[in-house]
């Protein structure tokens, strides 16, 4: 027995040693993660209760900001992708993921040069007259460099980081067995789309996947007709599984208002084309960018005439294609809520596994929705907000309990959407998002009706009518609103509703901790 214990310590500490010379370091990466995973069941499932539920929430977050810190890499994806569900974890979560949106560490220009010259067999000197050595931007995944290629074209290089592909199956796992102990420590549901995003994932780190996303999104906008969207020419014979050379664009950040609007461009044009597009997507074309983020939307002035603002989309590694099906339903979905439709809409969304169609609604919305009254008439109050926190938790865990029925493009198109409303949110809610995501809506679904009979023209004319005079009410009572509140009070709508939403939310304990609906959950 002794002997063995020999053996084992000694090839337990040659693995580890190996594991320390190898750059990788899958041992101490997972080792990392699995303390991190212990302190969470400790922390939760020993330590917690209602007197130190904060402080658990605190140290827990912090543990898993460190986790994702050391272990860099797919780590820092993992920690932005909890900051995305702010909605459903606790504030010190938010808190602290957040922090990782601009921690990504970048590698040396060395090991970018072994990167390059492994995928293409050449040196950068033989395919670039300049190359920058320093990284413009740095990601969890890539990094991205400026260079000129030796026809004079400025390009943007992006370059995966070495380990990404060799930590991948270990980091997935690790990923679920976080998933695992994060679902067992909040009894929500968290593991049952965990495949889904692995296996988005795994395509992610496939540069060539990505310069596929990218064309398909290209033809989708030729064949809709948008001229002020542009997507970035790609260099085909030069992309690799790591690496991407793609036109260089010299543009403004779409978060960067005031910069944009030293150009002379209508701000409030421009939120409506980015809306627009993404709804597009969604309702129309059906090919969808997943992660449209502030550093992935640019503006700039339109080549050949700089009074015209153009839209630039970037970065087209998460997509997804929807399935007719879904589209047409979510197109429906969408149309229901305006119409008032209540059947359908009950229909629509048991048919996804969900038996509560107004907190359904609500989520979808991104703010408060009750079937008795229209979207354009619904204020925000007390009421609402108090019925959605004494709801959510309980009604999230009861709708995902049918995961089989549940749309797994669902998730992305969330995830879509959350962006778009953060960005609109951002840049001072400058449209009606919701509006504009309706009006594409109906088109989506008369793109699907159009296969009908004629004679059922008539009942689809007075629809669209009707649906026309609701959006139109809509837009006019927040016009009215808007200005209304800039003349009274100097303030705009999402202002208003922040601070009457804040003084509302005092003193409410919320129970378990959790971050319930509050005043950033309904804007924008």
């Known amino acids: 027995m002794r002997k063995f214990l020999k053996y084992t310590f000694g090839l337990g500490l040659m693995a580890f040693g190996y594991d320390e010379y190898n750059e990788s370091k899958i041992i101490r990466r997972n080792a990392n993660t699995i303390r991190c995973g212990l302190n969470i069941l400790y922390q939760y499932k020993i330590r917690f209760n209602a007197e130190n539920a904060n402080d658990v929430h605190e140290t827990v977050a912090k543990d898993i900001y460190e986790t994702c810190m050391r272990n860099d890499g797919l780590y820092v994806k993992f ?20 922090l990782l949106q601009d921690k990504a560490k970048a590698v040396s220009f060395d090991r970018v040069k072994n990167i390059f010259q492994e995928e293409t067999g050449k040196r950068i000197d033989e395919i670039f007259d300049e190359f920058d050595e320093i990284p413009i931007a740095s990601a969890s995944i890539a990094q991205v460099h400026k260079a000129k290629l030796k ?31 994060l679902q067992f420590a909040f009894d929500m549901p968290i593991l049952q789309f965990q495949e889904s995003i692995q296996s988005n994932l795994q395509k992610e780190i496939d540069f060539r996947i990505e310069y596929e996303n990218a064309e398909i999104s290209r033809r989708a906008l030729q064949i809709i007709g948008r001229k002020d969207v542009h997507i970035p020419k790609y260099y085909e014979e030069l992309n690799t599984q790591r690496i991407l050379v793609s036109e260089w664009i ?132 007390k009421e609402d907000v108090m019925k959605l926190q004494l709801k959510m938790k309980e009604e999230i865990r009861e709708m995902m309990k049918q995961t089989d029925l549940f749309p797994k493009d669902l998730i992305f198109v969330n995830r879509n959407m959350n962006l778009v409303r953060s960005v609109n949110k951002r840049c001072g809610s400058l449209v009606n998002r919701i509006n504009i995501m309706a009006r594409y809506a109906q088109q989506g679904t008369q793109q699907f009706n159009d296969i009908l009979e004629s004679q059922k023209f008539n009942k689809k004319f007075h629809s669209s009518l009707f649906f026309e005079l609701r959006l139109w009410v809509s837009g006019f009572v927040y016009s009215l609103l808007s200005i209304w509140l800039k003349w009274k009070k100097n303030q705009k709508v999402e202002d208003f509703l922040e601070q009457k939403q804040k003084e509302q939310f005092q003193g409410i304990h919320e129970q378990y901790g959790f971050k319930t609906p509050d005043e950033k959950t309904f804007d924008a």
């Open 250 to 381: 010299d543009g403004i950040k779409i978060s960067h208002q005031d910069e944009i609007k030293k150009l002379g461009f209508n701000t409030k044009q421009i939120m409506d084309t980015v809306i627009s597009t993404f709804a597009e997507q969604i309702f129309i074309s059906g090919f969808v960018h997943c992660d449209p983020h502030p550093g992935n939307v640019f503006i700039r002035p339109k080549p050949g005439n700089n009074k015209q603002y153009e839209v630039v989309l970037l970065d087209f590694g998460l997509c997804i294609k929807l399935e007719n099906q879904f589209r047409l339903d979510y197109s429906e979905f969408w149309t229901s809520i305006f119409l008032q439709d209540f059947t359908k809409l009950k229909n629509i969304v048991q048919k996804w596994g969900i038996n509560n169609e107004e907190m359904f609604a609500s989520m979808q919305l991104m703010k408060p929705y009750q079937m008795k009254q229209p979207v354009h008439c619904h204020q925000v109050t």
């Open 79 to 98: 920690g932005q992708g909890i900051a995305a569900s702010e909605h459903l974890l606790p504030p010190p979560y938010f808190k602290w993921m957040s």
């Open 151 to 181: 026809n004079g074209d400025v390009v943007a290089v992006k370059v995966q980081k070495p380990n990404i592909k060799k930590q991948f199956g270990s980091d997935m796992l690790m990923h679920h067995l976080i998933c695992a102990v």
